[in-house]
């Protein structure tokens, strides 16, 4: 088994600078948090997996493709592989758990 609590998650991400940490890597998906601070610009480009975010705190809004959402605490997005996609008007700091399919290259 393997588990994780995200108060640890979390202070590994900042401790190593960065606003994603790839905790679980394994052959058919992988598993990360990402942080994005309010007011701040998500550089994401679109990934070669599929992947479904689970908001965790914060609040922003979601575009995928054409279609735009607002997301806070309980949300869940599904993005297809290759679709173009971002967070913004990022209100409240910003922590998603990300789960790639197949793992993230």
Known sequence: MKAFRLDEL???????DGAYLQFLRERNVSV?????????????????QDE??????????ITVGLETTQVARGSVVYVPAGVAHKFHHITEDLRVLVVFS???S
């Open 52 to 61: 479904v975010y689970f908001v965790v705190s914060g609040r922003a809004s």
């Open 32 to 48: 990360g948090l990402y942080a994005l601070e309010a007011g701040e610009l998500d550089p994401q480009k679109p990934h070669q």
């Open 102 to 104: 197949p793992p993230e």
């Open 10 to 16: 979390e202070a590994e991400r900042a401790a190593n």
